[in-house]
């Protein structure tokens, strides 16, 4: 117990220095702090040059709210309890693989480090976006996970911000289902990780922007705004009542597995979920949903 308190206490400290040294730009391309904030801006503008719903505000329904959730979501709640769960819950798995006599290497397929540059880069990215693209389909077809992730659907009006509203539970099931491939990894450098992360962001901002784009031919490759719109629809088809377009950043798996649904354009769909007008309209109250219905 004391070691488990001992990595909770240093994930902490950390973190926290970690945080510290982003804002006072003591770190170079692992910033993630000023790295999150040029991402957006730089969508935001593309949203305002290139807009697709021309009538849509700038400062869209729930704009501050999204921003917020942005910082809390990829910051605070690290702070607050990812990182030392994370690494908490990494020192357990590799604890109880001891006891049988099995070590995380034991576990590895291949070194990813092994592998020349541009291909370590491309296949880390590959397999961790089908994990993150399946793992995102249990969010719609569980109603446990569901509860959670309709504060992601809560949306009203697309913007690049909306991006990163989600409930805080999201990222422990997406870390832990994410666990094992990288264990089967083997060891992966942090410019790797940060580099896969800032493009997964750009994509992942772009995706839920205001913006006139679906990228031509790499449509049937990327996720984009054209596709990514129905995956939001409140409406959805007799026969797609657990969703469509899950893509993260690839949208190729939802064309391979038959979950794509792009019928017409769906700049003026009405986005959301049903019941979404009871939904609770504050952090706060969107945190507390899933404990709150249950008690209910």
């Not at 001992?6 to 006072?24: A, F, H, M, P, R």
């Not at 819950?89 to 576990?107: K, Y």
């Amino acid at each position: 117990m004391e070691k488990y308190l001992e990595i909770i206490k240093n994930s902490y400290t950390g973190y926290w220095n970690y945080i510290k040294q982003s804002v006072l730009f003591e770190l170079n391309w692992e910033n993630y702090f000023y790295g999150l904030i040029l991402i957006s801006l730089v969508v935001w503008a593309l949203e305002i040059v290139f807009p697709w719903r021309k009538n849509q505000s700038i400062f869209r329904k729930d704009f501050w709210l999204d921003t917020f959730y942005m910082f809390f979501n990829f910051f605070l709640l690290n702070l607050i309890v990812l990182i030392a769960l994370s690494n908490t819950a990494s020192e357990v798995f590799n604890d109880i693989l001891g006891l049988i006599d099995v070590s995380v290497t034991d576990l590895q397929l291949f070194n990813i480090n092994d592998f020349p540059y541009a291909l370590r880069l491309f296949v880390f990215f590959i397999i961790i976006d089908f994990v993150q693209w399946y793992t995102h389909t249990l969010l719609h077809k569980y109603e446990f996970l569901w509860n959670f992730h309709k504060v992601h659907h809560s949306v009203k009006q697309m913007g690049f911000a909306a991006h990163l509203r989600y409930h805080w539970m999201e990222p422990v099931v997406y870390k832990s289902m994410k666990y094992i491939p990288l264990a089967i990894m083997g060891g992966f450098t942090a410019q790797d990780v940060a580099i896969v992360h800032f493009f997964n962001i750009t994509i992942g901002h772009l995706n839920h922007a205001n913006i006139n784009w679906d990228y031509g031919v790499l449509k049937y490759i990327l996720n984009n705004p054209k596709m990514h719109i129905w995956h939001h629809v409140k409406e959805l088809p007799e026969d797609r009542k657990n969703g469509v377009n899950f893509g993260i950043t690839l949208s190729i798996w939802d064309y391979i597995f038959k979950t794509n649904y792009i019928p017409y354009s769906g700049r003026d769909i009405e986005i959301g979920f049903e019941g979404d007008e009871k939904f609770p309209n504050n952090f706060i109250g969107q945190e507390l949903y899933p404990i709150n219905r249950k008690e209910s």
